[in-house]
T-cell receptor, first 114, second 116 residues
Framework: AQSVTQPDIHITVSEGASLELRCNYS??????LFWYVQSPGQGLQLLLK??????LVQGIKGFEAEFKRSQSSFNLRKPSVHWSDAAEYFC????????????FGKGTHLIIQP | ETGVTQSPTHLIKTRGQQVTLRCSSQ?????VSWYQQALGQGPQFIFQ???????GRGNFPPRFSGLQFPNYSSELNVNALELDDSALYLC???????????????FGPGTRLTVL
C-alpha cells in the first residue's frame, strides 16, 4: 500500500528565509505526487503536482518541489517565505489507478517568525 | 464560478446517532470525493463518486455511505456514530475520477463533526 511520511511536525522559519519541507513516499510504481496547503478554517489548496517529466515542478505562490526517485522524496521549497505562508502543508500521493484516492501525510505545521 | 460548498459548517451529535453531510460540487465537475481529517492528521480517503456510482473506497466501515445526485452534488451518511468519528469531513470535486488522467481535486472548507 502507498504511504507518505512528513518527518517534520512543526517547522519555524523567519520571514524572508528559505524553506524546505520534506516528504517521503512509499509506492512501487511511479507515483503522482502533490503538495497541498491548508489555512485555518479553509479547505485544501493545491500548490503543485508531479506526474512525469521534469523532476523540478513549479507551483503557485512561489513554491517549487523536486522529485527524486532514488530517495523516494518530493520536497517542497520556497526561496523566501512570507508571513502569509504560515499554514499546514500536506504531501500526498495517488496511484495510477486512483481507486484508493489521495493518500496524505500527517502534515507539517509552518510557523513564520517576524 | 462557484467553488465547492459544504453544509453544515459545524455539527454536534451523540454516540449512536446518524448524520448526513452535504457537498455541492464545482460547476462542470462530475466527481466527488470525501475525506475524513482527524485532529492533527492528514485527510483520509473515504470514497469517491463518479457519475452517481461509487468509484473507489478507502478503509472505512459500511456505516459510512454516500450518494451522488444527477446534479453531481453528494451526501455522506454515517450511521451509529462513534466518538472516533469526530473529525473534519472534506469534500472534493473534480472534472473526472482519480486515475491516469488525473483531474485536479478542489476541496471545500469542510464540516466539523463532534460526537459526544
Amino acid at each position: 500500500a502507498q504511504s507518505v511520511t512528513q518527518p517534520d511536525i512543526h517547522i519555524t522559519v523567519s520571514e524572508g528565509a528559505s524553506l524546505e519541507l520534506r516528504c517521503n513516499y512509499s509506492y512501487g510504481a511511479t507515483p503522482y505526487l502533490f503538495w497541498y496547503v491548508q489555512s485555518p478554517g479553509q479547505g485544501l489548496q493545491l500548490l503543485l503536482k508531479y506526474f512525469s517529466g521534469d523532476t523540478l515542478v513549479q507551483g503557485i505562490k512561489g513554491f517549487e518541489a523536486e522529485f527524486k526517485r532514488s530517495q523516494s522524496s518530493f520536497n517542497l521549497r520556497k526561496p523566501s517565505v512570507h508571513w502569509s505562508d504560515a499554514a499546514e502543508y500536506f504531501c500526498a500521493v495517488v496511484s495510477g489507478g486512483g481507486a484508493d484516492g489521495l493518500t496524505f501525510g500527517k502534515g507539517t505545521h509552518l510557523i513564520i517568525q517576524p | 464560478e462557484t467553488g465547492v460548498t459544504q453544509s453544515p459548517t459545524h455539527l454536534i451529535k451523540t454516540r449512536g446517532q446518524q448524520v448526513t453531510l452535504r457537498c455541492s460540487s464545482q460547476s462542470g465537475h462530475n466527481t466527488v470525493s470525501w475525506y475524513q481529517q482527524a485532529l492533527g492528521q492528514g485527510p483520509q480517503f473515504i470514497f469517491q463518486y463518479y457519475r452517481e456510482e461509487e468509484n473507489g473506497r478507502g478503509n472505512f466501515p459500511p456505516r459510512f455511505s454516500g450518494l451522488q445526485f444527477p446534479n453531481y452534488s453528494s451526501e455522506l451518511n454515517v450511521n451509529a456514530l462513534e466518538l472516533d468519528d469526530s473529525a473534519l469531513y472534506l469534500c472534493a470535486s473534480s472534472a473526472g475520477p482519480l486515475g491516469p488522467n488525473f483531474s485536479e481535486q478542489f476541496f471545500g472548507p469542510g464540516t466539523r463533526l463532534t460526537v459526544l
